[in-house]
């Protein structure tokens, strides 16, 4: 168990929906980032938040959005969902803050599996 | 931009054979180098990390890579699997000190099939 925990665990919906996915970072940890695993596209990275701020911006689509609360947790938007939308989405949490300020480890959540139909 | 290769794409050996998977990556600088493993429907978990120093590292379950940095790889080893150790392997590398830093580049995941 690494600390970071994602709700829901699953999630089916179907096309042109929106959905909301919520990443609890490990305890202390400021960063989180956001990860698209598929089939065909592997492990993606989307985005990274640091206390708040959105730092780094990877293969995001503007249908998807994401932010980080004041009390850190994380919440990844995606709406007009498509078939292609399906995928495992990880969050990832950090206590570094990334960029310039050295090593970075990160630690898993188990996922949310989205099953768009 | 940042790459990572992992050119096999799957492994099937028996049990107590030795494993070696590949994992190249493209980029000059300071990198810190990962391996991650997936177990059937689990999340991701850190099997082992190279910061800086001794270029062998030890991780867990009795893994280790070696960072070699003349040939930019970072191979994943363990002398005699198990069948538990079936699971998908991703090699992932982190370039620090510019601004694209924050992310890991996940190489594509060597999936690995022990039989028992």
């Known amino acids: 168990d690494s600390g970071v925990t994602q709700t829901p665990k699953h999630l089916i919906t179907a096309t042109g929906q929106r959905v909301t996915l919520r990443c609890s970072p490990r305890?202390?940890?400021?960063?989180v980032y956001w990860y698209q695993q598929s089939l065909d596209q592997g492990l993606q990275f989307l985005i990274h938040?640091?206390?708040?701020?959105?730092?780094a911006k990877g293969n995001i689509l503007e249908r998807f959005s994401a932010q980080q609360f004041p009390d850190l947790h994380s919440e990844l938007n995606l709406s007009s969902l498509e078939l292609g939308d399906s995928a495992l989405y990880f969050c990832?949490?950090?206590?570094?803050?990334?960029?310039?300020?050295?090593?970075?480890?990160?630690?898993f959540g188990p996922g949310t599996r989205l099953t768009v139909l | 931009a940042q790459s990572v290769s992992q050119h096999n794409h799957h492994v099937i050996l028996s049990e107590a054979a030795s494993l070696e998977l590949g994992c190249n990556y493209s980029?000059?600088?300071?990198?810190?180098l990962f391996w991650y493993v997936q177990y059937p429907g689990q999340h991701l978990q850190l099997l082992l990390k190279?910061?800086?120093?001794?270029?062998l590292v030890k991780g867990i379950k009795g893994f280790e890579a070696e960072f070699i940095k003349s040939k930019f790889s970072f191979n994943l080893r363990k002398p005699s699997v198990q069948w538990s150790d079936t699971a998908e392997y991703f090699c992932?590398?982190?370039?620090?000190?510019?601004?694209?830093?924050?992310?890991?580049?996940f190489g594509s995941g060597t999936r690995l099939s022990i039989r028992p």
């Open positions: 990832a949490s950090s206590p570094q803050r990334g960029g310039t300020s050295g090593y970075n480890e990160q630690f």
């Open positions: 305890s202390g940890d400021l960063s």
């Open positions: 980029y000059g600088g300071t990198v810190n």
């Open positions: 190279y910061f800086s120093g001794d270029p």
């Open positions: 938040y640091y206390n708040g701020e959105e730092r």
């Open positions: 992932a590398v982190n370039a620090p000190g510019y601004s694209s830093a924050s992310k890991i580049i």
